[in-house]
C-alpha cells in the first residue's frame, strides 16, 4: 500500500541515532513537515516498557512508525552482550507492534531487520528467500535472531489482522556521524580511528582482528535513509526487502583501502586469534529495485573519504577511550 508522505504523521523510534537522523532529514527532504516527524529515544519513551509504548501512541498519534531503535554493535559487542541484545531488540518491537495493533490507526509499520539474520553459509548473493535456510553466524545470532522475530510477527500480524508492516533487511551501514566508540563501533568507523590513532602516535604496526578475509557488503546512511523513506512511501507487502548496494570487498582490501586514503604507511597485523564473523556477506538487491525503485547510488571511495573528513573535523569531541 502506497501512502502520501506530506499527510502522514510520523514516530522514527532511534530518531536521534545514526540512521534515525538521516532518515528524519530523508523525510524533510520529501516534503514532509518537521511538525509531522516525531523522533523519539530511550530518555522519551523506553521501548521494553509496554506502558511506555501504549503512551507513545497516545500522545504522538502516529500514521507511521518507522522502527529503527536498536541495541546493536560490532562482533565484540555481540560477544559481550548476546543476552541484552536478544531480549531489548526482541522486546521492543513486539510491544511497539502489538501496542500498534491495539492502537488501530496506522497506516505502515516499517521494521528495520540486519543482514546478522541470514543463515551463516548464506549462498551469495544473498536472497531474501534464504533468510530462514539455516542459523545466524553464532556471534551475531542472538541479535540478529531478535531481529527476525519482528518479520515473523509482522508477518503473523498480517495474516490475522491486516497489520500494515513491512520488513527491510539493510546491509552494514557508514557514513559521518557513525559511532565511533572502539567498545561498540562496526568496522568502517573502528578502522578509522585505529588508522587515525597510529598516524597521530607514529605507530609502526596496526593490530586488527581476524585473518582479513571475511567479505561485507557497505552502504551509505544516506542512501539507507533514501531506501527508508522510499519503501515507506512505495510498499506494502509483507515479504522482506534487502537495502543494499550489491557488492562485497573483504576486510583485507578494505583495510587496505582506508590505509591508502588516510595516509598511513605502517603494518596492518592481523590478530587471527579474534573471531572473524560471518565468512560472506553480499546482498541480492532486486526486489527493492523492482518493488519502489531503489539502487544506491552514492560510491564507495567518495563516502569512505567523507566519513573519514568527518571523523577527523569532529574527533576532538570523543576522549580516548581505553582499547584506543
Not at 502520501?4 to 534515525?20: I, Q
Not at 507487502?237 to 548496494?245: D, Q
Request: proline share 6%.
Amino acid at each position: 500500500m502506497s501512502i502520501d508522505l506530506k499527510l502522514a504523521n510520523f514516530v522514527v523510534t532511534g530518531g536521534r541515532g545514526f540512521l534515525g537522523g538521516h532518515v528524519c532529514e530523508a523525510l524533510a527532504e520529501a516534503g514532509v513537515s518537521v511538525n509531522h516527524v516525531h523522533p523519539t529515544g530511550k530518555s522519551e519513551f523506553d521501548l521494553c516498557d509496554k506502558n511506555q509504548v501504549e503512551a507513545l501512541y497516545l500522545k504522538l498519534k502516529p500514521d507511521v512508525v518507522i522502527h529503527l531503535a536498536a541495541v546493536v554493535g560490532g562482533i565484540g559487542a555481540n560477544q559481550e552482550n548476546p543476552g541484552r541484545y536478544l531480549y531489548e531488540n526482541l522486546v521492543m518491537a513486539t510491544e511497539l507492534i502489538e501496542a500498534g495493533r491495539r492502537y488501530g490507526k496506522l497506516k505502515k509499520f516499517v521494521g528495520i531487520g540486519t543482514i546478522c539474520s541470514y543463515p551463516k553459509f548464506t549462498p551469495i548473493p544473498f536472497q531474501e528467500d534464504d533468510l530462514w535456510n539455516g542459523y545466524p553466524e553464532e556471534t551475531n545470532a542472538p541479535y540478529g535472531l531478535a531481529k527476525k522475530m519482528m518479520l515473523e510477527q509482522l508477518q503473523a500480524y498480517r495474516r490475522q489482522y491486516g497489520f500494515p508492516g513491512i520488513f527491510l533487511l539493510p546491509v552494514n551501514l557508514y557514513g559521518p556521524g557513525d559511532n565511533f566508540n572502539p567498545h561498540s563501533s562496526h568496522v568502517i568507523p573502528a578502522l578509522i580511528r585505529k588508522f587515525d590513532i597510529a598516524i597521530d602516535t607514529r605507530q609502526e604496526e596496526v593490530v586488527l582482528w581476524g585473518d582479513g578475509s571475511p567479505t561485507r557488503e557497505f552502504m551509505h546512511v544516506r542512501d539507507a535513509a533514501r531506501a527508508v523513506v522510499l519503501a515507506t512511501e512505495r510498499y506494502g507487502t509483507g515479504e522482506p526487502v534487502n537495502i543494499g548496494v550489491g557488492m562485497e570487498i573483504s576486510i583485507a582490501d578494505l583495510a587496505a583501502k582506508l590505509a591508502a586514503i588516510m595516509g598511513y604507511d605502517g603494518r596492518v597485523v592481523w590478530d587471527s586469534t579474534k573471531p572473524n564473523g560471518q565468512p560472506r556477506r553480499m546482498l541480492d538487491v532486486t526486489r527493492a529495485r523492482r518493488e519502489f525503485g531503489f539502487s544506491a547510488e552514492i560510491g564507495f571511495e567518495t563516502g569512505l573519504r567523507e566519513t573519514v573528513i568527518w571523523w577527523r573535523n569532529n574527533k576532538g569531541r570523543f576522549p580516548v577511550l581505553q582499547g584506543d
